[in-house]
């Protein structure tokens, strides 16, 4: 990534007439679409529409098919391959929906891994990495597993220790794809909170999501993947209404309203 | 994972081992040899039968014993990170189903030791560019892809050792089953396995903290700044190099690729160590050694005059060592 010096106030994320498909499937055309520091995007979708493939493509991950698309204005998905890859991963990390342990290996090894980009080729994991990785199991209610086996982990357990890993990366646009996937209520709210936590502190979130109310109630700002390759995307207040979500998801939904907080349900 | 002293400090317990282990290959044998002999071969002194006897052909023999069980534990560790999957050894991906069939034609066409080494190693070169050549297809490089063409390969070569085999004369057969069992008798120099062990260690070991996440997944590595694609290429080249060089020096000796990283990978678990490949890479290659001159002193020394393939010892030993930890390790999932 030394290449190209990137411009001062370079958007974290930003796309232009940004075209992805996947087998044949539209995902999004013509996409343009900013994300800067401090703000928390959801992306809403019914299955299929292609929320994952566009997170992954956002990550550089994949290749997109036009358009431009850059990180910290560094162009994918050049930047996030071969000498570049290392330093992209300290400005973007992704959380992936499925986690794999093929080997066994314990928590605290597995949130180190997320340690990588930031340990020089022939370095150890610190005394300082240990602690941040500490930390981050701390936040995310894990704090007496280290020496636990990953395997033994229930799904819950397992994906937030995924997220602990990505807080111990420390990135500064995270692109989660369902982050809430098997956490019981009151995880989903404080995973949700310590992410929305991290945009106020200058981060950046966009997040796959697939409960509209959560996403009113935690993201500030909404991209909507309508399935045909239309997209959607402004402040949540806008974008998440019941006429658009019954769009979204080709069934009737209803709003209710409970403490200044928005619900949908199926009507 | 261990820190990095530990790590060091158990690597230099295992060297300790390995010389010891080559130190007991040079003193056993069906001619009794003193420490004192076995110290004036090493020191360079002119001695008696016994000196000639270590220095011409005990040492060399060890020597090519250690090489060839570090190239095979070394290429193991590598393709079960590779295809992620911990019953994966050297031979899955048929180099050694190549090299057989390269050896055993050699052999067949009553070709010179030399000759039949090179043909054993262009065998594995073709099985291991056949293979990549076939998997690759459209660039998409699944690991189903590779481990079904590498199994296709092998079963196809397979069937090429056993024509060559059931129209070969009887008295060629003998020779052709050593070499298909793994035998080091037919090592000529140790040096060529040494130097290839060593620099697969130099060319592996700067990536093993890439190997760690590439075991956990392309997805996550690339994310956390991996460049997968070449460190997978690289790594499939390098483990097919290693694997070749060892099968030409000593034909295709089973369970140690397949069985030492496991051991080893056992025995860092207990420790609370995980699987970390900075320790498990140099570990394997050290410990593979050293249980090859092991077993190859046994092989020639358990029923001497008349000497055993050692491939058949380290299956005879390993099978029972394996079980052994296996049945101890508790069972975590459930």
Redesign the interface.
Known sequence: MTASKPAMNAPLLEAAQLAVNIGGHRVCHDLNWRVEAGESWAILGRNGAGKSTLL?TL?G?RAQDRGRLSIAGHALPLA????G??????VR??L?QHQ???????VM??V???R??H?G??D??SAEDRRIAGAALNEVDLGGFA?R?V??LSGGERQRLAVAQLLG?EPQLFLLDEPLTHLDLSHQVAVMELFTRRATEGAAIVAVLHDPGFAARYCRQTLLLFGNGEWLAGPADEVITATNMTRLYGHPLRELCADGNRWFVPG | MPTRRRALLVLAVLVGLALLSLLVALAAGSLPVSAGDVLCALSGEKGGLAVDVIRGLRLPRALAAFACGGLLALAGALMQVLLRNPLADPYVLGISGGAAVGALSAMLAGLTLALMNLAAFAGALAAMLLVFGLAHGDSSWTRSRLLLTGVIVAAGCGAVVALILSISPDDGLRGMLFWLMGDLGQAISPWPALVVLALGLLVTLPFARELNLLARGDTLAQALGVSVGSVKHGIYLVASMLTAVAVTTAGSIGFIGLVVPHLVRLAMIRLGWGNDQRLLLPASALAGGSLLVLADTLARTVIAPQQLPVGVLTALLGVPVFLFLLGRQPNDRQ
Not at chain 1, 80 to 83: C, E, L, R, T, V
């Open positions: 992954a990550a991950l996030s391959q071969g000498a890859a290392r330093a992209m991963a300290r990390g992704y992936s794999i342990d093929p080997f066994a290996s314990t090894e597995t180190l891994v997320g990588h980009p340990l080729r022939w150890w994991e020496e086996e395997q033994t990366q």
